[in-house]
């Protein structure tokens, strides 16, 4: 499509009400006069989940984690100057502080929590429509965790393998990472034995605060013996709810994402991972329901 592309991020920020049904977060803006959900465009370089968790913050006054990606609505606004095409990120999120202080200002003039019900009726606009949508035919996530690759490693290395360090590159890596891994707020860390997973899951770790245990299941050498062992850590981990991170090899974490996504009935027609990437896992309960390269 010709014309000027515009990239925008934002969530659906839910708790449980008091009514005792799913509520989320709608804000009213005065220019336009109509309740949506919170969103924004990214800052230039900036990643859209960080994005999403900064608009929502902003827009809202409530501090977000974000759990899973939902959807990704696009649309054009006419303009003498040539059409805009945009499209918008949304990630449901969830708060430990859902009664923070408001402050209205021109932009954005009150915030509301509403029932998905009364959110239908309120959110007029086609895409938060789809947002809903998306949301409502989920069940609910419970616990998130991240599947990470060891960044890049130093190759001119003569010492025993497991020792080899992150390069230079590699530990720029790992605090890049960090800085996005540490929005979904983990409160355990886990690594396989090698140096260079440590050193790429601790800037995370430092990031909140956690320790890092070390857990031969995420070797590779262990996973060839057993290579149903990570996954089933993978669903153990995610029955204690809340985030986590593991740090494990490549191959551990293609099998892993393939295999849980088999057995829960997800498509994941990719899991190749290269080094520093990584995986969010959405769970509910010990089901696999979302898989996001992150």
Not at 171 to 197: N, W
Request: hydrophobic residues 40%; proline residues 6%.
């Amino acid at each position: 499509m010709s014309g000027r592309r515009v990239a925008a991020a934002g969530g659906l920020l839910w708790r449980n009400g008091e009514r005792g049904l799913i509520e989320l977060v709608a804000v009213w803006r005065p220019l336009v006069g109509n309740w949506s959900l919170p969103k924004g465009k990214l800052d230039p370089g900036e990643h859209a989940l960080t994005a999403a968790c900064r608009e929502v913050e902003e827009e809202t006054g409530i501090p977000v984690i974000p759990q899973m990606w939902l959807c990704r609505p696009s649309y054009v606004l006419s303009n003498p100057a040539g059409d805009v095409f945009k499209y918008v990120d949304y990630w449901s999120m969830r708060t430990e502080k859902p009664d923070a202080a408001f402050t209205a200002d021109d932009e954005i003039g009150a915030r509301r929590w509403l029932t998905l019900a009364e959110a239908r009726e309120a959110l007029t606009r086609p895409r938060d429509q789809e947002v809903l949508k998306t949301f409502a035919a989920l069940p609910a996530v419970t616990a998130t965790v991240l599947l990470v690759a060891p960044a890049e490693v130093e190759r001119s290395w003569g010492g025993p393998e497991v020792t080899r360090p992150l390069s230079a590159r590699g530990q720029d890596q790992a605090v890049r990472l960090a800085a996005l891994a540490s929005l979904y707020q983990p409160d355990r860390a886990y690594s396989a034995t090698g140096r260079a997973s440590v050193q790429t899951v601790e800037p995370i770790a430092q990031a909140v605060r956690c320790g890092v245990t070390g857990d031969s299941a995420f070797d590779a050498e262990a996973h060839e013996r057993n290579p149903v062992r990570s996954s089933a850590q993978v669903r153990e981990l995610a029955g204690g709810g809340g985030a986590a991170i593991v740090c494990a090899e490549p191959e551990v974490i293609c099998d892993t994402v393939a295999i849980l996504a088999d057995e829960d009935g997800l498509e994941t027609p990719d899991v190749s991972t290269r080094p520093g990437e990584a995986w969010v896992l959405s769970l509910s309960g010990q089901k696999l329901v979302g898989v996001e390269r992150l």
